[in-house]
């Protein structure tokens, strides 16, 4: 895997066949979704804001980073900030987000013209706050299995959608990177992680 700009060959470890074959899947992902348009808006997406369609779990339905954004009700720099985060913390995210800059050439691969320069002028898109919510139930349990990366995010992001504000989401994951893609996917949707026991997770939807 890449190392993140600041960090050394030696805190990181050789990639594993398995690690590889799952790489390859999320370049074949980005690939597929550079250059469509942001289901939102319709603004086109470059390879980063595809890395960032893809770990929210929108691969099947991508939107650009200011519609995600709205989604979220958070501001497009605020949202960007906490990808950005999230990406960071996963080889697999890290070093996609990293062939991106270097396929477009970008100078700053941690803030990349390509996002940073572009939000701006997008047109508003419907939040969160449009939609009517279904009434919580008092718990809600998911099994997740073995799921990882995007299918991951895109299990919590679809299956989220049903659930009212405050309801309570007791999640069972068992793939290794879950423990890591989890929290930070809360933090991302602003959702409240209340329990963290590997396998089990257990998440509060925010109001």
């Known amino acids: 895997m890449v190392p993140w700009p600041g960090t050394t060959l030696q805190s990181w470890t050789p990639i594993t066949p398995a690690e590889q074959a799952e790489l390859d899947a999320l370049f074949a992902e980005v690939d597929r979704l550079e250059g469509t348009s942001c289901c939102g808006c319709g603004r086109e997406?470059?390879?980063?804001?595809?890395?960032?369609?893809?770990?929210?779990?929108?691969?099947?339905?991508?939107?650009?980073?200011?519609?995600?954004?709205?989604?979220?009700?958070?501001?497009?720099?605020?949202?960007?900030?906490?990808?950005?985060?999230?990406?960071?913390?996963?080889?697999?995210?890290?070093?996609?987000?990293?062939?991106?800059?270097?396929?477009?050439?970008?100078?700053?691969?941690m803030r990349p013209a390509c996002l940073w320069q572009a939000w701006p002028t997008a047109p508003a898109a419907h939040t969160a706050s449009d939609r009517t919510a279904s009434t919580p139930p008092a718990v809600v349990h998911w099994d997740l299995g073995d799921e990882g990366c995007g299918d991951l995010a895109l299990a919590l992001r679809c299956r989220m959608a049903d659930v009212g504000p405050g309801g309570l989401v007791v999640i069972h994951a068992t793939d290794p990177g879950a423990v890591q893609d989890i929290p930070a996917w809360c933090r991302l949707a602003g959702h409240a992680l209340l329990e963290l026991t590997p396998p089990t997770y257990r998440v509060r939807k925010k109001s």
């Open 45 to 109: 997406l470059c390879g980063h804001a595809s890395v960032i369609a893809i770990q929210m779990g929108a691969k099947d339905a991508p939107r650009c980073v200011v519609c995600l954004a709205q989604a979220l009700e958070l501001p497009t720099e605020d949202f960007l900030g906490r990808a950005v985060d999230f990406l960071a913390r996963r080889d697999c995210y890290r070093t996609a987000w990293l062939r991106a800059g270097v396929r477009e050439g970008q100078a700053d691969p």
